[in-house]
């Protein structure tokens, strides 16, 4: 049998002797151009610069990150995953988001420890109950598995969930969606860090863009209706470690996402707001499924380590504080020992928060902008993790190609002016 080229004694050993790991991306100064900058160094802007490197033959890109890559939405979130959205345009798109996801770990060769386990969205009232109908047949039409199940079959997907009657907020049924589920978070930035340096794209940490650079702009860019131009064009972005000329910049930033778009004078309809998270000690495997329910403002999903991990609503307070509050940890404890009584004696272990920016319709903003060269892949709400394999698939087709691909098209800046909103509220995992 060949040898493991890390043992467990060697793993240690290394540790313990502080010997230098061999990287798994290089460590670059910024060069004094690139063909495309993309700013934020989570899922989506690696995804980006992965597809358009692989895609499409564009390598000369950079992205700069003001922190480390991964240290945003895309390690907070509770990584989980499904595409039962309410409109035909959101199925759509969070269905590719799915099968990328689903061929990952191959296509990357890295195991993103995808867990198809199911998602369930539970219903406590007639109105959430129509909901849920609703988003099945809308979701079979597209022919995404996704039914309507009975307080009974709740049951029988996840046995420790309380389904009598004489509870506050009685099961009444769920949307059931077999092909949902969680996948290592933090393997998929790195699955795309790595894939994306072998290409030859630098990634650039603990480089903050200070300013957008552009020329030839006319007054306010957001005054423009005919989009690409009026404002201007792109030339490069100012950053922490100097200036970087590029024809086109993409803002793929969660957060500040709104104050770097304000850098190119172009300004979203975002507003930003926290969303707290915890996770418990572990525990023997006993929740094989992911649960969520909005009126109780929950979602909880048990880790392979046995971790309980949850989430709630958004704070209702838009800040970009991330700091965690008690308030917090009441409300989500007494919710979810009304679904699950039966864990009452487990015990948290950390609370941590991470930054949503929320649109008027819950969707995203993707594509270009009335600024030539600068794109958005923006607003993600509570959606961006599920969402980050497409984006860049679709943002990096639409830089190459320079148009909106089909896929993205619903979600361009334009749909706030005329008028086609993509109303995703009703598919939000709890009531915001
Ligand atoms: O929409 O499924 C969801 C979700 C889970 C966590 C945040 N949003």
Redesign the pocket.
């Known amino acids: 049998m060949g040898k493991a080229k890390y043992s467990a004694a060697g793993l240690f050993i290394r540790g313990a002797r502080k010997k230098s790991w061999p990287r798994v991306w290089r460590d670059v100064e910024p060069k004094k151009s690139y063909d495309v900058v993309i700013v934020g160094g989570g899922i989506h802007g690696l995804a980006t610069a992965y597809y358009l490197a692989s895609n499409h033959g564009i390598t000369n890109v950079a992205v700069v990150d003001k922190a480390y890559l991964g240290s945003g939405g895309s390690g907070r ?2 990584a ?1 995953v ?1 595409s039962n959205y309410l409109t035909p345009e959101g199925v759509a798109f969070y269905d590719r988001s799915l099968d990328l996801y689903n061929t990952m770990s191959t296509d990357l060769n890295l195991n993103v420890m995808f867990s198809e386990r199911g ?1 369930m969205t539970l219903a406590h009232t007639d109105s959430a109950l129509r909901t849920m109908h609703w988003r099945a047949e809308v979701n079979k039409l597209q022919g995404i598995d996704s039914s309507v199940i009975s307080p009974e079959e709740v049951k029988k997907e996840a046995p420790s969930l309380d389904i009598s009657t004489n509870t506050r907020y009685p099961i009444l049924g769920a949307l059931y969606h077999p092909p949902g589920g969680t996948i290592r978070h933090d393997a998929v930035v790195w699955a795309y860090a790595r894939a994306a340096d072998s290409l030859g794209v630098d990634m650039i940490q603990k480089c903050e863009v200070l300013d957008i650079m552009c020329e030839g702009g006319e007054g306010s860019a957001a005054d423009s209706t005919d989009g690409k131009g009026a404002g201007g064009k792109v030339t490069g972005v100012k950053t922490s470690l100097g200036d970087i000329a590029a024809p086109v910049v993409v803002n793929c930033t969660a957060g500040w996402a709104t104050n770097i778009s304000d850098m190119a004078g172009v300004k979203l309809p975002i507003t930003t707001h926290p ?1 707290q998270a915890a996770v418990t000690e572990p525990v023997k495997s006993f929740l094989p499924t992911v649960v ?1 329910s909005g009126s109780l403002h929950v ?1 909880v999903s048990q880790t392979d380590r046995g971790e309980l991990v949850f ?1 709630a609503s958004v704070d209702p307070v838009a800040t970009y504080d991330m700091r965690g509050t008690l308030a917090f940890t009441e409300e989500l404890a007494g919710h979810v020992l009304e679904l699950m009584p039966a864990i009452s004696k487990m015990r948290l272990m950390r609370q941590w928060a991470g930054l949503c920016d929320m649109t008027p319709d819950y969707s995203p903003v993707m594509g270009h902008t009335q600024v030539e060269g600068y794109l958005v892949d923006v607003g993600w709400g ?2 961006g ?2 969402a980050g394999p497409v984006s860049g698939e679709q943002m990096a087709a639409a830089i190459a190609t320079e148009s909106m691909p089909e896929l993205i098209a619903p979600f361009a800046l334009s749909r706030f002016t005329e008028g086609t909103l993509v109303g995703e509220k009703g ?4 009531g915001h």
């Open positions: 979130n509770t989980i499904r998602h969303l969520v979602y989430g509570t959606y993790f599920k598919a939000a995992a709890v």
